[in-house]
């Protein structure tokens, strides 16, 4: 698969947004389940956000309300619109392709094999 490619973090005070950006292969954009996974040193990575090829969304817990998963038809672009943000939102964010395409919420992290490089959110108290 061609690689994912993320743009769009930064460093933001607390109750800022910031929206993430993934280009993914239109092969793989119109077909599989995608996602947003974070990861803070030290700890395990966290799956954010996911979306259906048919647009079906899901969220963590900690994140609903806020933080909204979206894709751009005719740009292959997966969106993650972070807003109210806070400090335990800082982390590396990856957007992820998985070879399923159904049940997308209920996918783990080992089901997803293509990762784009990361990009670093930051939110200042």
């Known amino acids: 698969q061609a690689p994912l490619v993320e743009s769009g973090g930064g460093s933001v005070q607390a109750g800022g947004s910031l929206r993430l950006s993934c280009i993914i292969s239109r092969y793989t954009y119109s077909t599989y389940c995608l996602g947003w996974f974070r990861q803070v040193p030290g700890k395990e990575r966290e799956g954010v956000a996911t979306?259906?090829?048919?647009?079906?969304?899901s969220y963590a817990d900690s994140v609903k309300g806020r933080f909204t998963i979206s894709k751009e038809n005719a740009a292959n672009t997966l969106y993650l619109q972070m807003n109210s943000l806070q400090p335990e939102d800082t982390a590396m964010y990856f957007c992820?392709?998985?070879?399923?395409?159904?049940?997308?919420?209920?996918?783990?992290?080992?089901?997803?094999?293509?990762w784009g490089q990361g990009t670093q959110v930051t939110v200042s108290s």
């Open positions: 979306i259906a090829p048919y647009g079906s969304t």
């Open positions: 992820a392709a998985a070879r399923h395409s159904v049940n997308c919420g209920g996918l783990t992290e080992s089901d997803y094999n293509s």
